[in-house]
């Protein structure tokens, strides 16, 4: 595998002496040694965001959000279009749990009232809801995208 820096090929690095001496950014977990993760997951001073505000911090979430919100709509498209249930439901409680977080309320209400009824009644028929949901995705970016 080209450019594998690793013995395992996981492009992963072999040694975590790396990672203590800030060459890496990655280091083997203490309770399994065969994982490895991110410097940052093991030495939370090693992460950017413990110096940030809680301000900060939201802000940094609600620009998240905003840039992942359209790409999160098309995958419960795609789902529900595809007939594919059960990924549409993963990806609507996913969407619920980070819009109820960034207040948008009307992509949670429309996230709910999709998934709630996949889950009774599977996908077929769920165009209108699923367009509520598109609508509703719409107006929150751009509501969101324009307050300070």
Not at 40 to 63: C, K, M
Not at 82 to 91: E, L
Request: proline residues 3%; negative net charge; glycine residues 4%.
């Amino acid at each position: 595998m080209s450019g594998d820096r690793s013995k395992s090929g996981q492009g992963l690095p072999d040694s975590d002496e790396s990672c203590r001496d800030g060459s890496s950014h990655w280091t083997t977990s203490s309770s399994n040694p065969k994982i490895r993760l991110p410097c940052a997951v093991i030495d939370p001073a090693r992460s950017e965001s413990t110096h940030l505000s809680d301000a900060e911090i939201a802000q940094r979430f609600l620009g998240d959000y905003l840039a992942l919100l359209a790409e999160r709509a098309e995958r419960v498209r795609r789902h529900v279009r595809a007939f594919d249930t059960t990924d549409a439901v993963v990806v609507l409680r996913s969407l619920e749990t980070s819009s109820q977080m960034a207040n948008a309320a009307d992509v949670v209400a429309a996230a709910q009232a999709l998934r709630m009824s996949i889950e009774e009644q599977g996908s077929t028929g769920m165009e209108p809801l699923l367009a509520a949901l598109l609508t509703a995705v719409e107006a929150t970016r751009k509501r969101l995208s324009t307050e300070d």
